[in-house]
């Protein structure tokens, strides 16, 4: 059993930056892919980046490449999604999660495990 909580949205203009994080609960954290996943107003909930257990595996979708970084700190049980040059169509909600499957969470959106998410707003 694995337990996420999200921290660190807020309010930002639009080209500034925010780090998210999310810290996990349960002796398991450390085997998991982790992943960020985001749901804007009205619209579906969409993949934003994976991170392997060894962090060798790093995926993002199109629109995060070159201005979101995912990473992770095993010891902390804590993987973190350093946001950069944002911009208004990155508000949304922001949701952590943990899965085995890799690509369970990529191509469908899936995962065993999600926080309660964390809202993010790019004023313009």
């Known amino acids: 059993q694995v337990q996420l909580i999200e921290s660190g949205g807020g309010l930002v203009q639009a080209g500034g930056s925010l780090r998210l994080s999310c810290a996990a609960s349960g002796r398991t954290f450390s085997r998991h892919y982790m992943g960020w996943f985001r749901q804007a107003p009205g619209k579906e909930r969409e993949f934003v980046a994976v991170i392997s257990a060894t962090s060798r595996t790093i995926q993002y979708v199109d629109s995060a490449k070159g201005r979101f970084t995912i990473s992770r700190d095993n010891a902390k049980n804590t993987v973190y999604l350093q946001m950069n040059s944002l911009k208004s169509e990155d508000t949304a909600v922001y949701y952590c999660?943990?899965?085995?499957?890799?690509?369970?969470?990529?191509?469908?959106?899936?995962?065993?495990?999600w926080g309660q998410g964390t809202q993010v707003t790019v004023s313009s």
């Open positions: 999660a943990a899965d085995d499957d890799l690509f369970a969470m990529t191509l469908k959106g899936s995962a065993d495990y």
